[in-house]
Nanobody
């Protein structure tokens, strides 16, 4: 049973930064793709960023160069560095990993950007 544990969410003022972390349980797990998604109230869940095992990255247009996804394969962990946060970034952020023919979701971590 794979468990994805997220951390790093919280309340931040506009223009501030947060770093999200998501680690998969297990000492020897074959992790392929890693992604970050977010879902705001009343909206569909949307892909924020993805990273391949070979470090190829893709970002949603609304990130506008503000977010950076990275990963540590040895620790089965994916990170999302979020800079210059805006109120519209407020959402629950979920990590996702493809591990041995299955996709797994983290529990989500709340990010609130407000004055």
């Amino acid at each position: 049973q794979v468990q994805l544990v997220e951390s790093g969410g919280g309340l931040v003022q506009p223009g501030g930064s947060l770093r999200l972390s998501c680690a998969a349980s297990g000492s020897s797990i074959g992790v392929y793709a890693m992604e970050w998604h977010r879902q705001a109230p009343g909206k569909q869940r949307e892909l924020v960023a993805s990273i391949s095992r070979g470090d190829s990255t893709n970002y949603a247009d609304f990130v506008k160069g503000r977010f950076t996804i990275s990963r540590d394969n040895a620790k089965n962990t994916v990170y999302l560095q979020m800079n210059n946060l805006k109120p519209e970034d407020t959402a629950v952020y979920y990590c996702w990993m493809f591990i041995i023919f299955q996709g797994y979701w983290g529990q989500g971590t709340q990010v609130t950007v407000s004055s």
